[in-house]
């Protein structure tokens, strides 16, 4: 497709137990982020992808959280031993390679995973 | 650190009159801003971006921006607001790396 792809759109599960969410970012984007966004709140940085670049993992709230890039294309998020504040939707975006101030900077989302823990 | 701090967390304005979303930013160098709108059960969509050519940034649906060191600030403005402009809007910072830091966002409300 042409746009970023997100999937599950909707995951319930339960407390303690793994999810994967998987982003399919726009075909030639370089950079790959996920955030999270709960409910009446702002969008919360979790990690970022540029290129071969060491990704930056400094939003990631805990251990639990975990994220791979396989192929400088897809990306994987793992949230592993699931809590009830992990829920939360879920927004990957991906954009063309940051070249600084006069970069594109324009991230393109996706429609986001809704994950739910019980 | 970059940060942005967005004033309001809603704003209501009646159909036809100006709109005006407030953010400040927080940054160590010149930075790039941008302001994204998210409608009810849709994606984030970029409205404007400045990046150091011109203070004041045109964008899609009417808005504009004005960037103004002197004030860190980053207002977004509208003259007449149109009954689809209802959304969520985030002021958003870039680092040098490129990542973009998202404020809390503002609820934009329109009144027939």
């Known amino acids: 497709g042409a746009g970023v792809s997100q999937s599950p759109s909707n995951k319930v599960t339960e407390k303690g137990k793994d999810v994967e969410l998987r982003c399919d970012p726009i075909?030639?984007?370089?950079?790959l982020y996920w955030y999270r966004q709960s409910l009446g709140q702002g969008l919360e940085f979790l990690i970022y992808f540029q290129g071969n670049s060491a990704p930056d993992k400094s939003g990631l709230p805990s251990d639990r959280f975990s994220a791979e890039r396989t192929g400088g294309s897809v990306s994987t998020l793992t949230i592993q031993r699931t809590q009830q504040e992990d829920s939360a939707v879920y927004l990957c975006a991906s954009s063309l390679a940051w070249s600084g101030p006069m970069g594109t900077g324009e991230l393109f989302f996706g429609e986001g995973s809704r994950l739910t823990v019980l | 650190a970059q940060s942005v701090t967005q004033l309001d967390s809603h704003v209501s304005v009646s159909e036809g009159t100006p709109v005006l979303l407030r953010c400040n930013y927080s940054s160590s160098y010149s930075p790039s801003l941008f302001w994204y709108v998210q409608h009810p059960n849709k994606g984030l969509q970029l409205l404007l971006k400045y990046t150091s050519a011109a203070t004041l940034v045109k964008g899609i649906n009417g808005f504009e921006a004005e960037f103004k060191k002197s004030e860190t600030s980053f207002h977004l403005t509208k003259p007449s607001a149109h009954m689809s402009d209802a959304a969520e809007y985030f002021c958003?910072?870039?680092?040098?790396?490129?990542?973009?830091?998202f404020g809390q966002g503002t609820e934009l409300s329109v009144k027939p």
């Open positions: 075909s030639g984007h370089t950079a």
């Open positions: 958003v910072v870039s680092d040098p790396g490129g990542k973009l830091i």
